[in-house]
C-alpha cells in the first residue's frame, strides 16, 4: 500500500468488510490515486495491514474485478484496470462456480480444471433435447414462443409436481410450483421478497457465495453457523437462534457446496423440529441430490411437516448448465409475492425451453440422462479418491462424501490454502482456496480446498493430482521424511 494512503474499516457498520473495502479502493481508482496497470498490495499484506482475514480481501478483490475495476494476472497479482474501460458488473454465470479468487477465471486451454463444478459438454444429452425441441416446433408451431403463465407453463408445472413424488415423495401441487432461471435466480428471488435491510439471514459456514451476495444485496446481516460432518451445528444454531431471531436459515442438506457434507437423517429432524418451534423458514437449495453413488438422499422438503421449508431445485447444474431452469416452492403466505417478483424480475423464462424441458421429463429422458452421468461422475470420482489417498502422508484429511461433484481436503497448519491455490496456478492446475466460502463472524478453520471432478477427464484427474502433490512437496519444504518429490508430468 502507498505510504499516503490511509484506510479504515469499521467493524460496526452495516455493511461487510469486503464490500467497504471495495468501495474505498474504488473511490482510490476513480480518483486516481491507483493508476492503470499498477499493481494492488497483495492478499497477505494488504490483510496484515488491515488486521482482516485474508478471504476479506479476496472477495474484495473478487467484486473489484466483477464491476470492472481491476483484471488479475495468474500468479503475479491484481492490477487496476483503465478506467474507460466497461466497468459493468459480470457475474459468473455458473450458479455454483463460486467468487474465485483473482486468476481463477484466467485459464489457459492447457489449465486442468478443479474448480468447476459443471458437466463437460460431452455428456450433456444433445439428441434427446434435439427430439424434444423438435417436438414441440412440430406440435406447437408458433405458439412455441408466446408467453408462458407468470409462474411457468402448466404442463411443465403439472409434470415437476409428479417428478417430485416419484422422486422425493414430495407432494407439491402444480399451482405451488415457480419456475425460475436457474437456482441463482431463486435465491434473488427471495431475497428481492423476503428480506429488508437489518434482517438477519443464517448460513452455513462455509458456503455459496452467490447466495451471500444477493442476501447482503438487500441490507441482510449475514451469521455463519457452522458445519459439522453431519450437517449444521445445531447447538450453534440453536445459540444464534435467541441471539438474533433470524428471518431464515439457508441451507444445502445433501452434498454441501463446498463441503460436500450431507446432513444426518437425525440431524435434518431436529432442524425441522427447531424450525417449527422458532418460526423459523429455511431455504433449501438442492443442486445436488440426485448425484448419490451409493443410498439415495432424500430433500429436506420430504420431511417437511411443518411446512417450514422453501424448496429450489436447479435442473441446469447436472442436465446443462447454459439452460438455465429450475423452479422453487414456497409456504403459501409466500408465494403470491415471490409470483410478483418473478413477473418483475424477467417477465417470465424462456416458454420454448419450458415446453421442451416439459417432454424431456414425461419421456423419461431426465431419468436416463441421471443414470449415464452417475455412472461417468461415480468412475471419475472412485479414481480421484485413489489418487488424492497418497495425500494422507502429509496428514490432508477428508470425508468421502459418495456423491455430487467434489471433494473437500483439510490442510495442516504448515500448508496455506492460498500458497497451495497459487502454487498449482503456476503449474496450470486451478484449485479452490477453502478461505473464499467462510463467513467473517466465525472463527472456524478455513484452511481447506475444493477439488471438483464435473470438468475434468480422467487423465486430467491423475496428471493433475500428481502435479497438486508436487506442490504440496514443495510447500512442505521436501523434508519431511514421510514425503517425497514426483517429477512433474
Known amino acids: 500500500m502507498k505510504n499516503n494512503i490511509i484506510i479504515q474499516l469499521d467493524k460496526n457498520l452495516n455493511k461487510s468488510l469486503y464490500i467497504q473495502l471495495a468501495d474505498k479502493l474504488k473511490k482510490l481508482i476513480e480518483d486516481g490515486v491507483f493508476q492503470k ?3 494492488l498490495p497483495s492478499i497477505r499484506s494488504l490483510a496484515k495491514k488491515l488486521e482482516v482475514n485474508n478471504i476479506t480481501i479476496v472477495n474484495a478483490y473478487k467484486l473489484l474485478e466483477q464491476e470492472g475495476y481491476v483484471y488479475s494476472k495468474k500468479g503475479s497479482g491484481t492490477y487496476v484496470k483503465r478506467q474507460d474501460e466497461d466497468l459493468s458488473l459480470n457475474y459468473l454465470v455458473d450458479e455454483n462456480m463460486e467468487l474465485m479468487t483473482s486468476g481463477i477465471l484466467s485459464l489457459s486451454k492447457n489449465s486442468i480444471n478443479f474448480a468447476s463444478v459443471s458437466p463437460t459438454p460431452e455428456l450433456f444429452p444433445v439428441e434427446e433435447f434435439k427430439q424434444v425441441l423438435i417436438e414441440v416446433l412440430d406440435r406447437d408451431k408458433g405458439k412455441a414462443f408466446v408467453y408462458p403463465e407468470i409462474n411457468g407453463y402448466g404442463p411443465l408445472r403439472e409434470s415437476i409436481s409428479c417428478f417430485l413424488k416419484d422422486n422425493y415423495y414430495i407432494d407439491i401441487e402444480a399451482s405451488k410450483i415457480q419456475i425460475i432461471s436457474g437456482g441463482q435466480q431463486g ?16 448460513v452455513e459456514n462455509p458456503t455459496y457465495s452467490g447466495a451471500v451476495a444477493a442476501f447482503e444485496s438487500r441490507g441482510a446481516k449475514i451469521i455463519g453457523i457452522p458445519m459439522e460432518q453431519d450437517g449444521i451445528n445445531l447447538d450453534e444454531l440453536k445459540k444464534y437462534i435467541d441471539m438474533y431471531h433470524p428471518k431464515f436459515l439457508y441451507t444445502m442438506p445433501n452434498y454441501q457446496s463446498p463441503t460436500t457434507y450431507s446432513y444426518s437423517e437425525e440431524k435434518k429432524k431436529e432442524l425441522l423440529d427447531l424450525a417449527h418451534k422458532n418460526d423459523l423458514y429455511i431455504i433449501e437449495d438442492d443442486f445436488m441430490s440426485d448425484l448419490s453413488y451409493t443410498d439415495k438422499k432424500l430433500p429436506l422438503k420430504s420431511m417437511d411437516k411443518y411446512d417450514q421449508v422453501i424448496y429450489i431445485k436447479s435442473f441446469s447444474k447436472i442436465l446443462m448448465p447454459g ?15 415471490i409470483i410478483k417478483a418473478k413477473h418483475t424480475t424477467d417477465i417470465s423464462s424462456s416458454g420454448f425451453i419450458q415446453r421442451a424441458f416439459d417432454l424431456f421429463l414425461r419421456e423419461n429422458f431426465w431419468k436416463q440422462h441421471i443414470e449415464r452421468v452417475k455412472k461417468d461422475y461415480n468412475e471419475k470420482y472412485k479414481l480421484i479418491l485413489k489418487e488424492i489417498n497418497n495425500f494422507k502422508k502429509y496428514n490432508i484429511n477428508f470425508k468421502k462424501p459418495d456423491g455430487g461433484l ?5 490442510l495442516p497448519s504448515d500448508i496455506s ?17 477453502g478461505e473464499i466460502f467462510f463467513i467473517d463472524n466465525n472463527n472456524s478453520k478455513t484452511n481447506f480446498i475444493r477439488l471438483s471432478f464435473g470438468s475434468v477427464n480422467k487423465k486430467q484427474i491423475v496428471e493433475g493430482i500428481n502435479v497438486i502433490e508436487n506442490c504440496i512437496a514443495k510447500l512442505k519444504g521436501g523434508n519431511d521424511e514421510n514425503t517425497k518429490f514426483i517429477p512433474l508430468i
Open 37 to 39: 496497470d499498477e499493481k
Open 187 to 202: 435465491i434473488d428471488l427471495l431475497a428481492k421478497t423476503l428480506i429488508q435491510p437489518g434482517d438477519y439471514v443464517f
Open 323 to 337: 439452460l438455465r431452469l429450475g423452479f422453487l416452492t414456497t409456504p403459501e403466505k409466500f408465494f403470491r409475492d
Open 406 to 410: 467434489s471433494l473437500w481436503l483439510e
Open 417 to 433: 490454502c492460498i500458497e497451495l491455490y497459487n502454487e498449482c496456478a503456476n503449474n496450470d492446475v486451478i484449485i479452490v482456496p
